[in-house]
């Protein structure tokens, strides 16, 4: 009797041990693929994963084609919706170090190699700021005239923006669908000439449909 007990016993145990493995390996395999579940996505399912984009992490190269000089940086940059902004410039070396932060309200910039600080409050420009991905999103999501399309192997989503500047009528977001990663965003004037070329080197997502799949 005892016997069978102790078998009966060691059967639950060693079910018990087998669902929780297996529901430890579901949600590991789940944490693998996140950032990379645009892969084989659709257009509309890769454009609303890019539009629920709750935070991200992001180095990047940016170079401006200004009308007398062309400039190149790299940054780089920490997002937190929905206003949070944190970017460090890395090069060139002449100001590198330099911070400058937002939190919706007051524009911070630091020169952490100066240690020196200015404070702007109230601070008007920052939601037009082109470099940032989460400006992009407002954008498209205000234009209701968007495109999304493809072309080359990537999905581009495109916004036209206000005609009263007409040094920034457009902005192009480049997803490549073979790896699902974000690769570059590009600014353009009226003829569509490119201002600001933004490469992703790296980038780290997280979504709010990312957390769904994930919950």
Request: glycine share 2%; aromatic share 10%; charged share 20%.
């Amino acid at each position: 009797m005892k016997n069978k007990k102790i078998f009966i016993i060691i059967i639950v145990t060693i079910i018990i041990i087998l669902i929780t493995f297996y529901i430890f390996l579901k949600k590991a395999n789940k944490n693998l693929n996140m950032g990379n579940n645009l892969i084989n996505k659709t257009n509309q399912e890769i454009q609303e994963y890019i539009l629920n984009i709750s935070s991200y992490e992001a180095e990047i190269e940016v170079e401006v084609d200004g009308n007398k000089n062309n400039t190149k940086y790299k940054i780089k940059q920490n997002y937190i919706a929905p206003n949070i902004e944190k970017q460090t410039v890395l090069e060139p070396s002449n100001i590198s170090g330099l911070e400058t932060t937002y939190d919706g309200n007051t524009l911070t910039i630091n020169n952490t190699k100066l240690n020196l600080s200015t404070v702007y409050q109230n601070y008007p420009y920052i939601a037009d700021n082109f470099l940032w991905l989460n400006s992009f999103i407002e954008d498209y999501k205000l234009d209701k005239n968007h495109k999304l399309y493809d072309e080359n192997n990537m999905v581009i989503m495109e916004v036209t923006l206000s005609q009263n500047n007409p040094y920034i009528s457009y902005k192009k977001l480049f997803i490549d669908k073979t790896t699902g990663k974000i690769l570059k965003l590009i600014v353009q004037d009226k003829n569509q000439k490119n201002i600001v070329y933004i490469l992703y080197n790296e980038i780290k997502i997280n979504s709010l449909k990312e957390q769904e799949l994930l919950a």
